[in-house]
């Protein structure tokens, strides 16, 4: 494979990569994702760029991945199942390539009854694991799904996700196993507050060798306030918050800096499981705090390959 993209190098030359995430804006100015690739540029390797995520209309990721990339900040294109059928998917990736994108984030997507158009139509033609396994005949045999030729060079680092918290955990690394299995070159994890069990996860991904397959970034979601730690504990599916870090935020003084510390002290942590190759910092809306995050964390500067 050719050089590839930053975050590639990042990964394959060994180095802890950071991640972060940049959500496009329910409407049309490009000045919004301009804003958050300034925030986000000399402290991530690679930011995500969500696809109408939660289900609510936003930006194209194309459309977001490009404009990052105007910024110098190499963008992962988030690809979710639930919205188009194979010849669009397909069509996107050739278009994507062509405009300089190269990391691809393989995600089933929330059900639309979550998001602001609750009766709309799912496709789900193919699911988040023959996304990436498409994605990978289409880099190295060349082939779109039909087995028809693709023209001209199709350089891709996949991605794809996985949540550790799950039941029945004892699955979690069955399903992480297949997908590596499938083509992905990296993988993000849902977000990590209860670190034993995160542990545990890793160990049984380790045991299996996946550590060497493919390369592994812990999810980090800074809170912002009591109320969304709470939340997050009650009522989001596949996040484990322990009650001590609800209790925390509850009696900060100051609740973002409490969230920020928090964020500090689990990053230091899974730095030090075996297996673990980067973080992923999702602090949508509030990317001005993933530099101070990353710097706190012994994270800073991010490597120039």
């Not at 709309?120 to 030729?149: P, Y």
Request: proline share 4%; glycine share 8%.
């Amino acid at each position: 494979m050719k050089a590839g993209t930053n975050l590639e190098k990042v990964l394959e030359s060994g180095k802890f990569a950071v991640t972060a995430e940049a959500g496009p804006p329910k409407g049309t100015s490009p000045a919004v994702m301009l804003k958050k690739g300034e925030a986000l540029r000399n402290c991530c390797d690679a930011a995500n760029v969500t696809d109408n995520q939660t289900a609510i209309v936003r930006m194209s990721s194309l459309a977001g991945s490009v404009l990052l990339k105007q910024q110098n900040v190499d963008p992962v294109m988030q690809i979710v199942c639930r919205d188009r059928n194979r010849l669009a998917i397909q069509s996107d990736v050739l278009g994507a390539i062509a405009l300089g994108v190269g990391n691809f984030l393989c995600l089933s997507g929330d059900h639309q009854k979550f998001g602001n158009h609750p009766t709309a139509k799912s496709v789900f033609d193919i699911d988040s694991i023959q996304l990436i396994q498409a994605l990978k005949n289409m880099r190295d045999e060349k082939k779109f799904i039909c087995g028809d030729d693709i023209s001209g060079e199709v350089p891709m680092f996949i991605g794809a996700a996985a949540n550790p918290y799950a039941d029945p955990f004892e699955f979690r690394v069955t399903r992480l196993a297949k997908k590596v299995k499938a083509g992905a070159d990296f993988i993000q994890t849902q977000a990590v507050y209860d670190v034993a069990k995160f542990a545990k996860w890793m160990e049984m991904a380790v045991a299996r060798g996946l550590d060497k397959k493919t390369h592994i970034l812990a999810g980090v979601i800074p809170i912002r306030s009591a109320g969304m730690a709470r939340y997050m504990r009650d009522y989001v599916s596949g996040v484990s918050v322990p009650d001590e870090v609800v209790t925390r935020m509850e009696q900060a003084a100051n609740a973002k800096e409490e969230g920020a510390t928090i964020a500090v002290e689990l990053i230091e942590q899974v730095k030090e499981i075996p297996g673990v190759h980067g973080v992923h910092i999702m602090a949508v809306g509030w990317e001005d705090i993933v530099s101070e995050i990353a710097e706190r964390a012994g994270l800073l500067p991010r490597p120039i390959l």
